[in-house]
């Protein structure tokens, strides 16, 4: 008995070596999941960074508008000029130009100033002191700018004159006026540029310049100019 015991023992080894059975990473099926308390959190793909072209990249922040730039600047009524002579401060002042568009000045008298840039007038006023400041440094600066004055009238939330220090177009003449109210022709507004001779009107239609159509009515506004909202 012991022997045949001992017999199949031997044929059970021989077949087990011969026929092994097959393991998980051999065969075909997928491996059994792991337990729930084994199992990894799902990693979250993380999308690519977004690439910004210089078209789409976003402006930076404007700070507060600078000054009409001195070089091209029309010189208007209501301006403080600040003029100095150097060593002589008896020549030495600051002058409101006049509603005539002249300034008054030691030894010379009146000189136009609306209209010119302050170069301009600099050049004149060198020009006729010459005769009694011989070798004269004569400096000339805008100190304030009074003269740019818009008008925005009709059905906006804030109408009136508003003095500006640089020049603004349509738009942001709304915006400062305090934006069209709701009673407001938003497409039927004027702005009236007056001439030497004659007036001109141009048309805004507020929709379409907002929708980024007819973006050419969207002008710059001159001094003296009066944006309507019927």
Same mark, same amino acid.
């Given at each position: 008995? =012991? ?37 990894? @959190? ?14 789409? @990249? ?70 006729? =002191? ?9 400096? =000339? ?38 934006? =069209?109210?709701?009673? @407001? ?46």
């Amino acid at each position: 008995m =012991l022997r045949k015991i001992w017999i199949m023992m031997i044929v059970i080894g021989i077949l087990a070596v011969s026929f092994p059975f097959p393991s998980w990473s051999e065969s075909g099926d997928a491996a059994p999941p792991a337990p729930a308390s084994e199992a990894t @959190a799902p990693v979250k793909a993380t999308p690519p960074a977004a690439e910004v072209s210089e078209a789409t @990249a976003p402006a930076k922040a404007s700070g507060p508008a600078p000054a009409a730039d001195q070089g091209d600047y029309s010189i208007g009524p209501g301006d403080v000029l600040d003029i100095s002579v150097w060593k002589d401060e008896a020549l030495t002042r600051s002058c409101v130009v006049r509603p005539d568009g002249f300034i008054s000045f030691p030894l010379i008298g009146d000189v136009l100033a609306t209209g010119r840039t302050a170069s301009q007038v600099k050049s004149e006023m060198e020009g006729r =002191l010459k005769r009694y400041v011989p070798g004269l440094t004569l400096s =000339l600066e805008i100190k304030q700018i009074n003269s740019m004055i818009i008008y925005v009238i009709g059905k906006v939330n804030a109408p009136g004159r508003f003095v500006m220090n640089t020049n603004v177009d349509v738009l942001q003449a709304l915006a400062t006026a305090g934006g =069209l109210n709701v009673f @407001a022709k938003r497409n039927d507004i004027k702005i009236f540029r007056q001439g030497k001779h004659e007036t001109t009107i141009f048309p805004f239609e507020y929709d379409m310049v907002i929708d980024g159509k007819r973006l050419e009515q969207n002008i710059r506004l001159l001094r003296g100019d009066v944006v309507v909202i019927p």
